[in-house]
């Protein structure tokens, strides 16, 4: 069965500088959400979209912004990076907005040097 | 903050050994979910509660939502060395539409 996908697997970018990573729900799937794993830590809440808005809203810093398309994928842009935003970054995705059952992606394992 | 505890920490069994790890939490969840994570990777859904009193089993997995809302266990049966990895729980509240609160997690390691 098709999963979410995210690209890229690996990123590696200096501080100040700007990311974009990118999640595709699985097929049929119309939310997705942004989550943050550290190192040793649990995930953490980003930020969601359902039909393409916004619907819920975690810990996510203000240097970050996040959008979904008319084909349900999903961006996270992330600007003035710091070193303390490496991590991995996952996205899920769910159907409906209710987001009982989420199904993760491989995960972006961002590194700022 | 953290809302759910998750214990134990860490687990070191023998293979064919049966593991058991739960969550609990101040607060009431209407959904709990049970992922395992392999280093690097994402997390993969394992099983998925709905409703309290609820007990679902996935193979060797079994997992109950608990009566108050506030507790899931998960259960692993005759443990094999491909169940090495780290266990989370994960809630959600129906008021809440996308986020999942997530445990601390449990290091699970299998010595064959």
């Known amino acids: 069965a098709a999963g979410v996908i995210q690209s890229p697997r690996h990123l590696i970018k200096e501080k100040r500088e700007t990311a974009t990573l990118k999640c595709y729900p699985i097929?049929?799937?119309?939310?997705v959400y942004w989550y943050q794993q550290g190192p040793g830590q649990d995930p953490q809440f980003l930020i969601s979209f359902y039909e393409k808005m916004q619907s819920d809203k975690g810990s996510i810093p203000d240097r970050f912004s996040a959008q979904q398309f008319s084909d349900y994928h999903s961006e996270l842009n992330m600007s003035s990076l710091e070193l303390g935003d490496s991590a991995l970054y996952f996205c899920?995705?769910?159907?409906?907005?209710?987001?009982?059952?989420?199904?993760f992606g491989p995960g972006t394992r961002l590194l700022v040097l | 903050g953290q809302q759910l505890n998750q214990s134990p920490q860490s687990m070191f069994i023998q293979e064919g050994e049966d593991v058991s790890m739960n969550c609990t939490s101040s607060?009431?969840?209407?959904?709990w979910l049970w992922y395992k994570q392999d280093p690097g990777e994402g997390p993969v859904l394992l099983i998925a509660?709905?409703?309290?009193?609820e007990l679902t089993s996935n193979g060797r997995l079994t997992a109950q939502f608990g009566i108050t809302r506030k507790d899931s266990f998960l259960n692993i049966s005759a443990s094999i060395p491909s169940d090495v990895g780290i266990y989370f729980c994960a809630g959600h509240r129906s008021t809440s539409y996308g986020k999942l609160t997530f445990g601390q997690g449990t290091i699970l390691t299998v010595h064959p």
């Open positions: 607060s009431i969840f209407n959904t």
């Open positions: 097929p049929r799937h119309d939310t």
């Open positions: 509660l709905y409703k309290a009193g």
């Open positions: 899920a995705s769910s159907l409906g907005a209710s987001g009982e059952t989420q199904y």
